[in-house]
């Protein structure tokens, strides 16, 4: 029996556990990171925001002229069944399109069929419980995030050596995780996640080269619900240190503290009660029927 | 008998045949484009430059903290092997190093065991024969290439978004292939290529944000040798639509000439004697055994 409980994947059309799954060294979506993706994530077996991570995928595939013969329906069942097969509870749920390969000889993107993968694996934390409750200490980066001049950042995409390098600058300076910046050193996003500053009852968040997060949405959702003001323009980094508190949102664990940014405490230097109330309202919505779907593991 | 003939691989240690050369969904030189590699190549059973692109190679492993238990020599001999095992003697052949995988439930790329691969498949053209004679219509891009302050271009990389939109830009601009531009303009590099202007006896070529190619340093040396001047400096995109001759260079073809763009000819509107003699001498130098080792194919 193929043991799938570290994860399954769905890889040429067939479900095969998470050791298995291997694309061609060949495939443009390595070679060229000509690959579009998005992740859903499964909390106490019912996936969250599914709708709208799927529409997210097929909006960025459209805009990398790219197309698979699976409609929004197909993936989602695609992605149940990634689920189902690993049994897990608690779930990572990455989907991916890769440009796929050429015709021989040719180096034509047009002449390329388009690749579809995707995977279910344990879910995965940016910060670890106690770091949630703690805080992160986090580094403005010297490395800019590569401009939407370069790549369309609403494209969910690879394209990460800015944010890996801004983590090896973070780890030597003593932080945690880091922010890359803009040519005027605005803040525009870390290593999977979004930022947002909060001062009264303002958050600020910045707009220009950021993804568009599901987490960053849901959040906007809840602070319109809750009575605060979000304002989307440039966040300057001394905004975010001198800010009443800081907090990041992912996918990849939801919303979590900034206690510190460059060695120097934000606001009390602890998890301040907005990003607590956040916390907990976001985890709330992970029993609301209206953005979750219980998955059937029989 | 696993069949070799349309490439091979150094996977895991082993060779295998190009069609089951894979890597992990997860590792991320894959999730994150977290990879450097290179490329050299084999012309009539020969090596040409090869310690250039292991030089190269290892210095840009070294700047994205990366490290494998293979000395340059030990990268000669993978290479020579994957080769050999082709029986391949006009060949295309890759190196890559990428982050690997971390601990479980870590992002931390530190925790991760980096990884070597290897290929050598039939040689690939960025022009085909008729159009290293005739010709390719390039178009200027609106696409920006990804600036050096996002990510080291020094270090070979995969972040070609911005190129494979520019290609597609360019089809449709009824173009060939696409150079991208700076900020203000100026041309900066394209598709697996670099690009040169020739004004009398002075050639220009691009020096910011540029890969440094093992083929630009090739023409830059011959320039030399034959008594033209080279300039490297912005190259705006009026200057090398007025030049009396345009050319590209890559491991994928050598020297390739550019004699349209963006629908205007440049020059005479067909391949120009210093583009020609510049062809001439790069195969040439296929045969110098300063720059090739002949491989032992037995």
């Known amino acids: 029996m193929p043991d799938f409980s570290r994860g399954a994947a769905y890889v040429d059309g067939q479900l095969v556990p998470i050791a298995e799954a291997k694309i061609s060294l060949l495939d443009w979506g390595f070679l060229h990171s000509d690959a579009t993706y998005d992740v859903a994530h499964v909390w106490k077996g019912k996936f969250f925001r599914l709708d709208d991570h799927v529409e997210r995928f097929l909006s960025g595939m459209g805009k990398l002229h790219m197309s698979i013969p699976h409609s929004h329906d197909d993936l989602r069942s695609i992605l149940v069944d990634c689920v189902r097969a690993s049994g897990l509870r608690e779930a990572y749920v990455e989907m991916v399109c890769t440009r796929g390969f050429p015709k021989p000889g040719s180096r034509d993107p047009r002449t390329c ?21 703690e805080g992160l200490h986090l580094i403005v980066s010297r ?19 800015d944010m890996v390098m801004g983590l090896f600058e973070a780890y030597d300076r003593g932080g945690e995780t880091t922010v890359v910046v803009d040519t005027r050193g605005n803040l525009v996003e870390g290593p999977g996640f979004n930022i947002f500053a909060v001062k009264g009852r303002t958050f600020t968040t910045p707009v220009r080269g950021v993804l568009e997060g599901i987490t960053r949405r849901t959040v906007i959702e809840m602070a319109s619900e809750y009575g605060y003001e979000v304002v989307q323009r440039n966040l300057p980094a001394e905004e975010a240190r001198t800010a009443d508190e800081v907090f990041v949102t992912s996918t990849a664990g939801g919303i979590m503290p900034i206690t510190k940014i460059d060695g120097r405490a934000i ?11 956040l916390q907990k309202g976001y985890w709330a919505l992970h029993e609301d029927p209206h953005h979750t779907f219980k998955i059937d593991y029989e």
Chains 1, 2 share one sequence.
Do not use: M
């Not at 388009?114 to 106690?130: L, M, T």
């Not at 490395?143 to 050596?161: A, F, G, M």
């Open 113 to 133: 069929t388009n690749q579809f993968f995707a995977f279910a694996i344990p879910f995965v934390w940016i910060a670890n419980p106690q770091k949630q409750t």
């Open 143 to 161: 490395w800019q995030r590569i401009p939407p001049e370069s790549v369309d950042p609403t494209v969910k995409n690879y394209h990460w050596l």
């Open 267 to 277: 606001g009390s230097g602890t998890r301040g009660p907005v990003t607590q109330e």
